[in-house]
């Protein structure tokens, strides 16, 4: 079993839906949750960083953490078609500062 | 803030020639930066975490005499790839850490595609 499970996609919808990635992961150990933007041949963006359950809101993202259920989730609202891209969950724990990536969801939005 | 830069974005080389990559933390001090490689439509493989001078920790399966790492100092990290060979065309990224007391977050650099002919 992988530690991290993304859905890999590809994932296509209109322009203007809502958008819900997720990521489950086994290991209770994971303290810090993060997702990452990567468009094609470029590096990964940070989007967004939590550490704690709940929702943290950042315009028309929002990520969930459930820790109870080990399951965090990316909600997009109104997507746009510049939202096309590879999102990837990624989570970290200890002081390592190492990451454990999920596979990355594709996202299609079109016009 | 938090921008890290990565230079080439792009190099083409022959065969059993050797390649540096550049990784630079611009507006922060890096204590700890990681060179990852990625193939097209998978995820990120970690293949070593440095630390500003001490030497880099591999990960299993790595060769670390073929992926020399040097983090000279809290802003500059290099990869080279020596004697580089076709197998080893893929896209190569960096991150960097701001420091331990950022939780783990890792900012990256834009990519370098290898391509060994």
């Known amino acids: 079993q992988k530690e991290v499970e993304q859905d890999p996609g590809p994932l296509s919808v209109p322009e203007g839906a809502i958008v819900s990635l997720n990521c489950t992961y086994s290991?209770?150990?994971?303290?810090?949750f993060m997702w990452y933007r990567q468009y094609s041949r470029k590096g990964p963006e940070l989007l967004m960083y939590?550490?704690?359950?709940g929702n943290k809101e950042d315009g028309r993202f929002t990520a969930q953490v459930d820790k109870s259920s080990k399951y965090i989730s990316l909600f997009i609202r109104d997507s746009q078609p510049s939202d096309s891209a590879t999102y990837l969950c990624a989570l970290g724990s200890g002081n390592t500062g190492k990451l454990i990536f999920g596979q990355g969801t594709t996202l299609q939005v079109k016009p | 803030g938090a921008v890290v830069s990565q230079h080439p974005s792009w190099v083409i080389c022959k065969s059993g020639t050797s390649v540096k990559i550049e990784c630079r933390s611009l507006d922060f001090q890096a204590t700890t930066m990681f060179w990852y490689r990625q193939f097209p439509k998978q995820s990120l493989m970690l293949m070593a975490t440095s630390n500003e001078g001490s030497k880099a920790t591999y990960e299993q399966g790595v060769e670390k005499d073929k992926f020399l790492i040097n983090h000279a100092s809290l802003t500059l990290s290099t990869l080279t790839v020596t004697s580089a060979h076709p197998e080893d065309s893929s896209f190569y990224i960096c991150?960097?850490?701001?420091?331990?007391?950022?939780?783990?977050?890792?900012?990256f650099g834009a990519g370098t595609r290898l391509s060994v002919l």
């Open positions: 939590t550490y704690s359950s």
């Open positions: 991150s960097a850490r701001p420091g331990e007391g950022a939780k783990n977050i890792q900012y």
């Open positions: 290991n209770s150990a994971f303290q810090y």
